[in-house]
């Protein structure tokens, strides 16, 4: 059974990659004081979390001051467990988001009776303004995607199923 978290006070949160565009791995990472955990996470599991932060706090007032860049990740990311699903919340009275990731678990796990860990994250709207922000801006890094298509475009070319095999998209 994989270990569970339940992080309150968060020093910082972040999500990040490894790898070149196109092999790149996403990570959520999370530090309080002297504990901390990192989390694999898929590119599209980033880009829902950033839309849905976004969204949540654009229904909310501005924070006070300024929000400070999300932090780079922290090497060797080492992920405790593949996330599976991720659920978000505002507690209007603490003024806080919680996010909720459930791990990923294997298709034979209903057979074990194995249960999945959980990672509860409690992170101030600073916070969850600038994990927005790193959270765009690694989607945005990543590989072009195709006009005709969507899917992306590799470096060493694109073979576009939309014009069957014939000439493929510029860049």
């Not at 990570?27 to 955990?37: C, H, I, P």
Request: charged share 20%; net charge negative.
């Amino acid at each position: 059974m994989s270990r569970s978290f339940e992080l309150d006070d968060l020093d910082s949160v972040t999500v990040g990659t490894v790898g070149t565009p196109g092999r790149r791995t996403f990570f959520l990472q999370a530090r309080s004081g002297t504990e901390s955990m990192t989390l694999k996470v898929e590119k599209q599991q980033v880009a829902a979390l950033a839309q849905f932060l976004s969204d949540v706090l654009s229904d909310l007032p501005a924070p006070a001051g300024p929000a400070p860049d999300a932090p780079e990740l922290i090497e060797p990311a080492t992920p405790e467990w593949a996330v599976g699903g991720l659920q978000l919340a505002y507690d209007g009275t603490s003024d806080r988001v919680i996010l909720l990731a459930e791990e990923l678990l294997p298709d034979d796990s209903a057979d074990t009776g194995a249960e999945a860990a959980t990672a509860r994250l409690v992170i101030t709207r600073h916070q969850a303004s600038a994990l927005v922000r790193r959270g765009f801006e690694l989607i945005g890094a990543g590989r072009p995607p195709c006009p005709l298509c969507g899917l992306p475009i590799d470096p060493e070319g694109h073979s576009c199923p939309r014009t069957n095999g014939h000439k493929p998209p510029s860049r």
